[in-house]
């Protein structure tokens, strides 16, 4: 099903972007319940639910403002509500939400950090411990990372 969820939401990216279809609402009516799927279950409801959740609507329309968003484009542009602060204001930017979600994405994603940590040389050892021990810890603190293109920072 996440696959199906995931290829519905890139579908309606792309019809907005490129194609502006005559009636985006009704696209975004007719697939709203579909793209909601993950936040009706990450917020402990079922599928049946109706009508929708305001906050898993608001969820819905994050994620679609959020894909819009790395185009130069937003719902509003289209007719389409915006999300509402109330259930999305204090929410992580996009990037730190979607990094923050890699391990429930990938279910290889511990053996896959674990294989890239025994490639990483003292000085990189060095660095990636620091910023991993503030994030395990909470501790508040700034990173920089100065190197050439092609000098194995990511």
Known sequence: ????????????????????????RKLLDDHLRA?????LHSEGYTREVDPLPPKVVALT????????????RRLEEFGLPAPDPAFVGNLLPATI????????????????????????NVEQRRFYDAVVEAVTFAEP??????????????
């Open 35 to 39: 793209m909601a799927d993950d936040f």
């Open 97 to 120: 939400r979607e990094e923050l979600q890699y391990g429930l994405q990938n279910p290889n994603a511990r053996a896959d950090i674990a294989q890239q940590e025994t490639r990483l």
């Open 1 to 24: 099903m996440a696959e199906v969820q995931h290829n519905e939401q890139f579908f309606f990216f792309i019809l907005q972007i490129f194609v502006t279809p005559e009636q985006p």
């Open 61 to 72: 329309l994050q994620m679609l403002q959020d894909g819009l968003g790395t185009h130069g």
């Open 141 to 154: 603190a700034m990173f920089s990372l100065n190197a050439c293109g092609g000098s194995g920072k990511t």
